[in-house]
């Protein structure tokens, strides 16, 4: 029996519109289904292909306004927060999803429907304390709040930013001065399937409490920690499942993460508790894509 779960995908884009493309048209044949866009504000050839492969499809939404995103950045999260609330003012939800325009589905939406139905009211996304030396090193993630990094806004300028940012590092080192953590922080990857509950928490939460937004600029890769922190610190606590539902390779290489290859298929599409994948490249491996999508739609037809 197919479980009647509408679910929001909210998905972070930046490149390969044809890639993205079909992520969406994997997703969106699917009732009860609505897809939520950000597309980097550097991006605008991306945006306008897809803007215009969706003109007509009321089940495909884009952010009212685009960031510029750069990896690991505020804006980064100041995307996934626009997601959210993009999302919550459209309609109700039973669960949201977090991707990329790099993800693809690993099984029906059906199945993954059906799994949120019999889990419902669990929130599943990977957290950690801060800090743990053992996930983020010597520093334990912590330095990714108590330092100030610049963002690395032009690419052709990158290393004069990353040579910036080890001068303010040192120079913070020097003076023996660390930003202070007002909060318990938690770690983990910041791609999610949370309920209704917890979305609402969230825009609930950042509503009352603007700092806690604020806190987040100049602080490097802080979007494994803007979540996880809110609702570790929540009466929601006890639903966090310690799971993102997802396959990701940081092992095999030659990527880290991999980029998924056919040689990957089997394992992707016969892993248990695990209905998305990331990362695919149209230019790697398009065939992978392909496959996935006759896969996850044949078995759906059956």
Known sequence: ???????????????????????????????????????????????????????????????????????????????????????????????????????????????????????????FMIHFKLPDSGNWGECGGLDRLQLFWVDIKIQRYSYSFRKLNKFIHKLQGALRYKRKLKYEFY??????TLSKEAVSYIVNFLDKNKAYLKRYRYTGCADE?????????????????????????????????KIMRMEDFNTLTGSNRVYFARKFDYSVDQKVIDELITFVTKRETV
């Open 187 to 192: 770690g983990g990857f910041n791609w999610f």
């Open 225 to 257: 920690i803007f979540i996880q922190t809110i609702l570790m610190n929540s009466p929601l606590k006890e639903n966090m499942v310690n799971e993102s539902l997802r396959y990701i390779d940081w092992a095999s290489g030659p990527e880290y993460p």
């Open 1 to 123: 029996m197919i479980s009647l779960v509408k679910l929001a995908f909210l998905i972070l884009a930046h490149r390969s519109p044809e890639q993205v493309i079909k992520l969406v048209n994997s997703l969106i044949y699917e009732k009860d289904v609505t897809i939520f866009i950000h597309v980097d504000a550097k991006a605008n050839g991306v945006f306008e292909v897809l803007k215009n492969e969706f003109r007509n499809n009321p089940g495909v939404v884009f952010t009212p306004f685009r960031y510029k995103v750069y990896w690991g950045s505020y804006n980064q999260i100041r995307a996934t927060v626009l997601l959210i609330k993009t999302a919550v003012q459209f309609g109700k939800f039973d669960y949201y999803s977090l991707i990329s325009g790099q993800d693809m589905p690993v099984k029906p939406l059906a199945e993954f429907k059906e799994f949120l139905s019999q889990n419902c009211g669990k929130e």
